[in-house]
């Protein structure tokens, strides 16, 4: 009878009073106090250490997309063949969504087959896969490839490039303006280095790429039926092979554009993405992006806080069944700093108020805010990450937070 009574007076007082919703099972971390940035500093423009024999150029980490350095990075320039990085990122995005297969077989058409300048020399007929036109895009900078591709994806050249544009907003790329698919010279097609360097990010992202950026040599059988040759490819990248750790991305040249490189290189956990446009040699192009990376790796490191999926906090969801849930990384999270500041890296997992029960794996539960020391100034907010929720959790029944309160 006692039982019953206490039984009656706690599920009075959980309807009454309610639970806390999440609550960490971890301690609680000190307040970070955040230095406030002062809006007339010097941009990075103005402190950049050294100069670029190119028109425009930047440096940035590609994990954050914080610029390292940057010389005319939002001068609108043509772009020649690293146009090509925006053409794969659509084609790629295509079959990430489904709409598309790798292993899809692609019909040249006759407006494909009379692209100019570097190309895979396909006939008007013969067919290809996704995958195939994608390495020889790649490596060959093929332009018949591009306008294969675009024309498989979207239907015409012209709708894929208005949906080359719309990318270019949703990135938020405010120097582009694209016409075409492969970078051939015409009249209002541009970018900037930054623009740039934001869409080799998204592009790099797809690992399917990389090890089509990273062979040097290759062959495709090309031609009709009863007609086929092997033909070969070869990166136009030389960075592959002459700088340790350049993993991509993207060369371009003509006259107008003069030479233009997108590059990526990875030392450890540290990732640049170094861009230069209208250079006026190849062998200065290369040279000048190299610097950009030397200075880069010297001077700055990464510090990885969580992979994607790893467990950041483990927290109790109190009216949950289950009661415990893990609030996990939605990618990977990692921070750059100036060299020998990485122990002043913090972290501060702030949960959602308005997360309401049942939760579904993969809601997003809270985020994780990353402090640190950004040149003279100290707890600044170097980033903010989404935590996911790592499993579903239900409501649990008046019985079970009864018996959860009594601890029977």
Not at 174 to 188: I, M, W
Request: proline letters at 2%; aromatic letters at 6%.
């Amino acid at each position: 009878m006692k039982k019953k009574v206490l039984v009656t007076v706690f599920g009075c007082l959980i309807i009454l009073c309610g639970f806390v919703g999440i609550s960490q099972v971890l301690p609680k971390q000190k307040p970070i106090v955040v230095e406030t940035v002062n809006d007339n500093a010097p941009s990075n423009e103005d402190k950049a250490p050294f100069e670029v024999a190119a028109k425009g150029a930047v440096l940035i980490d590609a994990d954050s997309g914080k610029v390292l350095f940057q010389q005319n990075a939002h001068e609108e320039l043509p772009l020649a063949s690293v146009t090509k990085v925006m053409t794969m990122l659509l084609v790629m995005d295509a079959v990430e969504e489904g709409k598309i297969s790798l292993d899809d077989q692609v019909t040249i058409s006759e407006r494909a087959a009379s692209m100019g300048g570097s190309q895979m020399y396909m006939e008007v007929g013969e067919k290809h896969t996704v995958k195939e036109l994608l390495k020889g895009v790649a490596m060959a900078s093929a332009n018949d490839g591009c306008v294969a591709l675009a024309e498989h994806v979207a239907g015409s050249e012209e709708i894929f490039v208005e949906r080359m544009n719309k990318k270019a907003q949703e990135l938020k790329m405010q120097d582009s303006h694209f016409v075409n698919t492969n970078g051939l010279p015409v009249a209002d097609h541009y970018s900037s280095a930054y623009d740039i360097a934001v869409m080799s990010c998204a592009l790099y992202e797809y690992e399917e790429t990389r090890q089509w950026f990273t062979t040097w040599q290759d062959t495709i059988t090309v031609g009709l039926p009863g007609k086929e040759k092997e033909f070969g490819l070869t990166n136009t990248n030389k960075l592959i092979k002459q700088y340790s750790g350049c993993n991509g991305i993207k060369t371009g040249y003509t006259s107008d554009a003069g030479y233009c490189l997108s590059a990526s290189a990875t030392r450890k956990d540290t990732h640049l993405i170094a861009v230069a446009l209208g250079c006026e040699t190849s062998p200065i192009r290369n040279a000048e992006v190299a610097k950009m990376l030397d200075y880069g790796f010297a001077n700055f490191e990464t510090k990885v806080i969580a992979k994607k999926g790893q467990t950041v906090e483990e927290i109790v969801v109190e009216r949950g069944n289950p009661q415990k849930l893990c609030a996990v990384a939605e990618e990977r999270i990692a921070v750059m700093v100036e060299k020998g500041n990485t122990d002043s890296i913090k972290t501060k997992v702030v949960l959602s108020e308005s997360v309401k029960l049942p939760i579904s794996k993969g809601d997003r539960i809270g985020r994780l805010e990353v402090y640190g020391t950004d040149g003279d100034k100290n707890n600044v907010k170097l980033g903010e990450y989404n935590l996911l929720a790592s499993s579903d959790i239900r409501k649990a029944s008046l019985k079970m937070l009864i018996e959860r309160k009594l601890d029977i």
